[in-house]
């Protein structure tokens, strides 16, 4: 069954335009839909500032919409992707993709997910990053699906054990990195800081 068409006073009728411009003879109108609304029905319950909503919908549907042709190779890849995954999508996971993106000057494209994602991200992670220059003002915790797993070409895990599903032809890594939760910002400095070699290492293997 598939998703009704926005009317023209829909709110989010400009975002399924855009996105259906985007990717014409990729993705059905109704796909793309479907994908804009689940994009919605995931932010809405955790927006704080709804002005900011459609925006954080727009991006959300597009990189799943992205990771979805890119695992049906009906999108070429320009970069190796790289899939960051913990529990919650509010700590490691976060600050993993942060610094990769960081440090790889946009030579990787990163993403981030949780295999049970929470309502917010720790501000005390924000902080850690904010000290190195590294902003996750608009950066939120998102679930993990098949499709950005099927687009990665590495992902790192970190203490989802088996929620992580495994499919071939991927590179798996599980970094045994403390949690932050629930920990002060001098521990989570060791951890951004722990993180950070380890992401250094591992962009030193993809893209030499």
Not at 58 to 87: D, H, N, S, W, Y
Not at 93 to 98: E, F, G, I, K, P
Request: proline share 7%; net charge negative; aromatic share 4%.
């Amino acid at each position: 069954m598939t998703s009704p068409l926005p009317t023209r006073d829909d709110p989010y009728a400009g975002i399924v335009d855009d996105l259906s411009y985007s990717y014409e003879g990729v993705f059905s109108r109704e796909s793309v839909v479907a994908a804009v609304r689940e994009a919605r029905d995931l932010l809405e319950p955790r927006s704080t500032i709804r002005t900011f909503l459609p925006v954080l919908v727009a991006r959300q549907a597009r990189e799943q919409l992205m990771a979805a042709a890119q695992a049906e190779g009906t999108m070429a890849k320009r970069v190796p992707e790289i899939l960051f995954v913990c529990v919650h999508n509010a700590g490691r996971s976060q600050m993993a993709a942060a610094l990769a993106e960081h440090l790889s000057a946009r030579r990787v494209h990163v993403r981030s997910a949780g295999s049970a994602p929470t309502g917010e991200i720790n501000p005390l992670v924000v902080d850690a990053l904010a000290e190195r220059g590294i902003s996750l003002g608009e950066a939120y915790p998102k679930p993990l699906t098949d499709s950005v797993m099927h687009a990665a070409d590495v992902i790192i895990t970190m203490g989802c054990g088996d929620a992580c599903p495994v499919f071939p032809g991927k590179r798996y890594e599980d970094w045994d990195v403390a949690d932050p939760a629930g920990r002060p910002i001098e521990t989570i400095r060791q951890i951004r800081d722990d993180i950070q070699g380890r992401v250094t290492v591992l962009l030193g293997q993809i893209l030499d």
